[in-house]
């Protein structure tokens, strides 16, 4: 039983340009989470994902974009990318029911140069 | 806003040791609590979920307690081994209707020497 995939690992780009990051969910989970993990801090929460539209959102612009796809998997999209959006972006699933726990992948690493 | 707090942000300890992390949350009105361990480059693996009804959850040597009340969780390790090096983080969840909207604090970075 796969568990949460994100592609790709490793990502650098250059100020001004745009990224997209992929997620799968493990297996016959619905909801899809993504998180900015700074160095040396705790993830912070960008948005949730379920049912194809954004639930909830967190403090972050309107450059970070996503989207839900019918078989659950998403994508994360940055725009006008920023020297500061240099980060680990970890993807998280979980079943909607509220005490499940969540799952994560083993994130993308976004370098900004 | 809930503030999430975990102290010490950094431990080392012997092989052998029992010790105590701790997290400190502001807001108790939340649906569950989650540790997670975390290795360097990696993802997070989940260790403990405490729903908010509960008072304390096991697996193996980790025992993770909560006191709503007082915004505290702590994760005990029993006889800690060079394998739990890693960086511990607990999550809060906010209440259901928040889905899976998680507040993490900054982690405590273990190393168990040899």
């Known amino acids: 039983d796969a568990g949460v995939t994100q592609s790709p690992t490793h990502l650098i780009k250059t100020r001004g340009q745009q990224v997209t990051l992929r997620c799968s969910p493990k297996?016959?989970?619905?909801?899809v989470s993504w998180y900015q993990q700074a160095l040396g801090q705790g993830p912070q929460f960008i948005f949730q994902y379920y049912e194809e539209e954004e639930r909830q959102r967190g403090n972050f612009p309107d450059r970070f974009s996503g989207h839900q796809f019918p078989n659950y998997s998403s994508e994360l999209n940055v725009n006008a990318l920023l020297l500061g959006d240099s980060a680990l972006y970890l993807c998280?699933?979980?079943?909607?029911?509220?005490?499940?726990?969540?799952?994560f992948g083993d994130g993308t690493r976004l370098s900004i140069l | 806003k809930q503030e999430v707090t975990q102290i010490p942000a950094a431990l080392s300890v012997p092989e052998g040791e029992n010790l105590v992390l701790n997290c400190s949350f502001t807001d108790s009105a939340i649906y569950n609590l989650q540790w997670f361990r975390q290795d360097p480059g990696k993802g997070l693996t989940s260790l403990l979920l405490?729903?908010?009804?509960?008072r304390e959850q096991t697996s193996g040597r980790l025992n993770a307690s909560l006191d709503k009340s007082s915004g505290r969780s702590t994760l005990y390790i029993a006889a800690s081994q060079p394998g739990d090096s890693a960086t511990y983080l607990c999550a809060v969840r906010r209440d259901f209707h928040n889905f899976n909207k998680f507040y993490f604090g900054s982690g405590t970075k273990l190393n168990v020497k040899p």
């Open positions: 297996s016959g989970h619905d909801t």
């Open positions: 405490i729903q908010s009804s509960q």
């Open positions: 998280a699933s979980s079943l909607t029911a509220g005490n499940q726990p969540q799952h």
